[in-house]
């Protein structure tokens, strides 16, 4: 065996256990007895009556003692068919008393049920056939912009809430979340050995970012990753890229009103600035302070850009700028599917009122 791939090898190694080491850690942290969760629990509910919420007991479960301060959140139909576990609330959120599953039969007893919008239009007639009870909400999920979603024409007046990454839904959960710094620290700027970059897969002619990405390119040197380039990322590369870059192209696959994803929230989270393509400038300044990031529309064409990037390129100080706001707040991803039913939970424990979504069409696709 050569040296190079057995220190790969070795790497590999080192790596797994140190993330098996952080798994650990993050289960004492994070385990609480008296937070509730359960993942499609195989006893089913002990008694049934409408209106009642009743939590079974099992051997490794721990339940309040009054059934009162649990709130049950039921998932109909699990994003993309993948299935979760969730108990950590408590520890992430401090958001305690929250009780999960994937279990119909908890139906007549849970507070909110949860449908994921992608997996209801794949089948639409897989909806609750019992009535739904009185104290009953019906939660709207969804992470993809307008142009990614299509339209279920069914579900006008149907959802109670909306959990999305719409400031004005009824639960916002957006990608990512701009926090208040542990301590007022002094920001390290991270190697860099590359100007530009961009990682991409989905790739097509019409879309906006891609028409501005081939005329950008004329201009200034792009180094590019993703399978839309047939190179492919693995996650161990990925997070490394992109802190190598002093910019990294942020440009969304549509542009909607908060449809800010990932794209913006990683490179600010490692110390690289985003050019971002999306929704107009004042949106991106209800996220985070004008000067974190440069959007492409402060510029009157993809040459203009590349001559500012060069600029900066050449002059530290004016760069440095962009992190100014690392003295005082931090950037990180949102924790899917954890966040959304966490934070629905928490509404759900604050608010009992009743709403139904009219103009569903009209506030989703069209505003």
């Not at 049934?48 to 009162?68: A, F, I, W, Y």
């Not at 709207?140 to 959802?159: A, G, V, Y």
């Not at 993703?226 to 890229?241: C, H, M, Q, R, T």
């Not at 929230?265 to 490692?270: D, F, G, I, Q, R």
Request: aromatic share 14%.
């Amino acid at each position: 065996m050569s040296s190079a791939p057995a220190h790969r090898i070795l790497h590999l190694i080192l790596l797994g256990s140190f993330v098996e080491g952080c798994l650990v850690c993050l289960f004492f942290l994070c385990y609480d007895p008296s937070a509730i969760s359960i993942l499609d629990p195989v006893n089913s509910p002990e008694q049934t009556e409408q209106g009642k919420r009743v939590v079974p007991k099992k051997s490794n479960d721990v339940v309040p003692n009054s059934n009162d301060d649990v709130i049950t959140v039921l998932m109909w139909l699990w994003p993309f068919g993948v299935k979760h576990e969730l108990n950590n609330c408590s520890c992430l959120f401090n958001i305690k008393g929250c009780f999960f599953t994937g279990d119909r039969n908890f139906y007549n007893q849970a507070d909110g049920v949860i449908f994921h919008h992608r997996d209801l239009d794949e089948d639409q007639f897989n909806l609750p056939k019992l009535n739904r009870p009185a104290f009953q909400k019906w939660i709207w999920m969804n992470m993809e912009s307008p142009t990614n979603t299509p339209r279920i024409p069914t579900i006008e007046n149907l959802f109670n809430l909306t959990v999305s990454y719409r400031q004005d839904s009824t639960i916002p959960v957006p990608y990512g979340f701009i926090e208040a710094a542990d301590g007022k620290e002094e920001f390290v700027l991270p190697r860099k050995n590359k100007l530009v970059c961009w990682i991409v897969s989905n790739w097509k002619e019409e879309l906006v970012r891609v028409k501005y990405f081939n005329e950008l390119q004329k201009h200034i040197k792009v180094d590019t990753y993703g399978s839309a380039f047939g190179k492919y990322v693995p996650g161990v590369e990925y997070w490394s890229i992109i802190t190598s870059c002093k910019f990294y192209l942020s440009f969304e696959n549509s542009i909607h009103r908060d449809y800010i994803t990932e794209k913006f929230y990683n490179p600010l989270s490692v110390g690289t600035v985003p050019v971002v393509l999306g929704p107009p400038r004042h949106n991106y300044e209800n996220v985070i302070q004008g000067d974190a990031f440069i959007h492409v529309d402060d510029f009157s064409s993809p040459k203009e850009l590349a001559d500012h990037l060069l600029l900066l390129d050449k002059n530290e100080e004016m760069y440095l700028r962009f992190f100014e706001w690392k003295r005082y707040f931090k950037a990180r991803r949102t924790m899917f599917v954890t966040e959304q039913i966490c934070l629905t939970c928490d509404y759900l424990r604050r608010h009992k009122e009743y709403e139904t979504l009219s103009n569903f069409k009209e506030w989703f696709w069209e505003n």
